[in-house]
């Protein structure tokens, strides 16, 4: 082997660099005298952040419909039967399953 063989230098795998998170400021400073390149980024989330969406999400509720008097759901069974309809030929032309049409009625009564 001569001299020039060692000179050479081949790199099979470099590791990517990953970007370095430092909390203090020394260790900012550091960096900066390394010649490093330092990006400085502050979160603006605290604590009672999460505590103020919470509160909003709570506020923001959507709340269950008013129940349906039984009425209407006897009203709409009569209609159904007078026009000679099943349940799931209500459903079809309603563009809902058969339960829904049936579970309505369920509901109704509660």
Known sequence: MSETDWDNVTVIRKRAEHAKVTKGDAAINAARRAGAVVG??????????????????????????????????????QARQAKGLTQKDLGQKINEKANIVAGARHQTTR
């Open 40 to 77: 400085i980024e502050r979160k603006g989330h605290s604590g009672t952040d999460h505590q103020k969406i919470a509160k909003l999400d709570r506020e923001n509720e959507v709340a269950p419909p008013p129940k349906i008097s039984l009425s209407v759901g006897k009203a709409i069974q």
